[in-house]
């Protein structure tokens, strides 16, 4: 399938869901993230997530990377398809850009080679690895940048699409995982 159809197709599936189910959701990914052997690692990248857009809540992820000690990383768009990286502190304040993601407003730059474990937004992926986003490319600049060696886990309120994603680009970087409410894939 092509990413602009399933971008779509999930966008509507993602809206149906009602607030109740989505909590719930977000909680079963993050039980499922401590199944997962990354969590000796000190860097972990996540996003906040856009609540009208009934994103996954990750405050269940952060509150795990906090009780585990991590030092956790939060993305800032920067200009074109760039993101900032800053460290998430007491002092951190955060601010909604254009898009109702919410990020810090400045703070500590933390450098690309330094992240060693990316938790990724996604709307569908394929049993490839392969991912679909809302397509403005942010995600796909930053993981062509990162170490060869970072992890990178999408998370998932849906299960893996059957259909192969077709119209998969050079600078497409696959996940190494993804997790969703039921169950776990790795690539």
């Known amino acids: 399938m092509l990413k602009k159809d399933l971008r779509s197709l999930y966008i509507n599936r993602r809206y149906a869901i009602d607030e109740e189910s989505l909590t719930d ?7 499922g993230l401590l199944r997962l052997p990354v969590w000796s690692h000190d860097y972990y990248h996540i996003f906040l997530p856009i609540s009208e857009n009934k994103e996954i809540d990750t405050t269940f992820i952060l509150s795990i990377l ?3 000690d991590k030092n956790v990383v939060l993305p800032k768009v920067g ?3 760039t993101l900032q ?3 998430l502190t007491d002092s951190t304040r955060l601010k909604k850009n254009k898009w109702n993601i919410p990020e810090p407003v400045d703070g ?3 450098p690309i080679n330094k992240i060693d474990v990316i938790f990724i937004p996604l709307l569908a992926f394929d049993k490839n690895g392969n991912r679909v986003g809302y397509g403005k490319g942010f ?4 993981l062509a940048e990162c170490r060869d060696d970072v992890i990178k886990i ?8 059957e259909d ?3 119209d998969i680009y050079e600078n497409d970087v696959p996940l190494d995982y993804c997790v969703t409410p039921s169950e776990t894939y790795s690539f």
Not at 139 to 142: E, G, L, V
């Open 25 to 31: 959701s977000s909680l079963s990914i993050a039980n």
């Open 66 to 68: 906090q009780g585990k």
């Open 79 to 81: 200009d074109n398809t």
């Open 85 to 87: 990286h800053f460290l």
């Open 108 to 110: 500590i730059e933390v």
């Open 139 to 142: 995600y796909d600049t930053f």
């Open 154 to 161: 999408g998370l998932s309120l849906f299960p893996v699409e």
């Open 164 to 166: 192969l994603i077709t």
